[in-house]
C-alpha cells in the first residue's frame, strides 16, 4: 500500500495541472501580455484622455500612465505576497487558491470593459489585482502542491508551477503576433489578409528604396 501512494495517480496529476493552470499560467501569461498591445493601449489612452479633456495627451503624462500600467502589476505582487500567510493559516491552502480566482476573474472583467467604459484607469486598477493574484499563487501553489504530494514525487511535482509560468510567457508572446490577436482588431486574420499586408508592405518599402533612382534603372 506504501509503495502504492508513492506512484503518480490520476487525481494527483490532474490536481496538479490546475492548481499550475489557474495560478502559475496566469502569472506568467500577465508578465508578458502586456508588451506586444503597448502601441495600441497608449493609442487608447490618448483617444481617451482627448475625448474627455478636448486636447491630446502630453506624451510625458502618457509615459506616465504607461510606467504605473506596467509597474502597478509588480507592486501588486508585492502586497499579494503579505497577504499568503494571514489567508493560508485563516483559510488553508486550497481555501486560498479558491479565493485567488477572484483576484483572477475581477481583473480580466475590468480589462474587458474598459474599451466599452472608456476608461484607462480600470486597467492601471486590474493591473494591481491581478498582481496580487501573482503575489499570491507563486507562493502558495508550491506550497499547496508540495505538502499534497508524496516525498519521492515531490521534485517533479514542484517543478510544475515554474513550467506553467513559463508556458503562460510563451501563450502571451504568441497571442500578441500582428496575425493573430496583437492588433487593433484583436482577432486573428485571414491568410488572404495576411498576403495582402505581406504585398502593400513590400510594395512600399520597394518605393522607399527606388526613391530617386531613375526610371530605367528600376
Known amino acids: 500500500q506504501e509503495k502504492e501512494n508513492r506512484k503518480m495517480t490520476l487525481l494527483l496529476a490532474g490536481v496538479t495541472l490546475v492548481s499550475a493552470f489557474g495560478s502559475s499560467f496566469q502569472y506568467g501569461y500577465n508578465v508578458s501580455v502586456i508588451n506586444s498591445p503597448a502601441v495600441f493601449m ?3 489612452y490618448n483617444h481617451t484622455y482627448l475625448d474627455r479633456k478636448g486636447i491630446p495627451m502630453e506624451s510625458s503624462f502618457q509615459t506616465l500612465l504607461w ?3 506596467v509597474s502597478m502589476y509588480p507592486l501588486g505582487g508585492f502586497f499579494g505576497s503579505l497577504m499568503v500567510g494571514p489567508l493560508v493559516n485563516k483559510c488553508g491552502r486550497k481555501g486560498t487558491l479558491l479565493i485567488n480566482n477572484i483576484f483572477s476573474i475581477v481583473p480580466a472583467i475590468l480589462m474587458g470593459t474598459s474599451k466599452v467604459a472608456k476608461t484607462f484607469e480600470a486597467i492601471i486598477l486590474s493591473r494591481i489585482i491581478v498582481g496580487v493574484c501573482a503575489g499570491l499563487s507563486s507562493n502558495v501553489v508550491p506550497m ?3 505538502e499534497m504530494s508524496p516525498k519521492n514525487l515531490r521534485g517533479a511535482v514542484g517543478v510544475v ?14 497571442l500578441g503576433l500582428t496575425d493573430i490577436l496583437g492588433n487593433v482588431e484583436g482577432k486573428a486574420r485571414s491568410e488572404e489578409e495576411v498576403s495582402s499586408l505581406v504585398l502593400s508592405g513590400s510594395q512600399s518599402d520597394w518605393k522607399g528604396i527606388t526613391s530617386g533612382v531613375p526610371q530605367e534603372w528600376v
Do not use: R, V
Open 42 to 44: 497608449q493609442e487608447f
Open 67 to 69: 510606467s504605473l500600467t
Open 144 to 146: 499547496y502542491l508540495g
Open 161 to 174: 508551477p515554474q513550467l506553467f509560468i513559463t508556458i503562460g510567457i510563451l501563450i502571451a508572446q504568441i
